[in-house]
């Protein structure tokens, strides 16, 4: 069987070993297990974690506006 965006390799000895996988295609599916296992982080999410509310941007805005009339 053949899936399109999906290539199963062989070794020397003809046996399966690789599987070359599209991740334009399939990223989405494969997130979970790709940060599961280490090899990517899902910076995103902590960014978000992090991020200013509505309320401290617009504080954060207007202090920066303020301190730039008096430059």
């Known amino acids: ?5 999906i290539e199963i390799e062989k070794n020397k000895k003809g046996e399966d070993a690789f599987i070359r996988i599209d991740l334009k295609k399939y ?9 599961e296992i280490g ?3 899902n910076d995103f999410e902590k960014e978000w974690e992090n991020g200013l ?3 401290e941007a617009k504080r954060r805005s207007i202090e ?3 301190n730039w009339k008096r430059e």
């Open 1 to 5: 069987m053949q899936v399109s965006g």
């Open 27 to 35: 990223g989405k599916q494969l997130q979970p297990f790709l940060e």
């Open 39 to 41: 090899l990517i982080d």
């Open 53 to 55: 509310t509505l309320e």
């Open 64 to 66: 920066k506006i303020r």
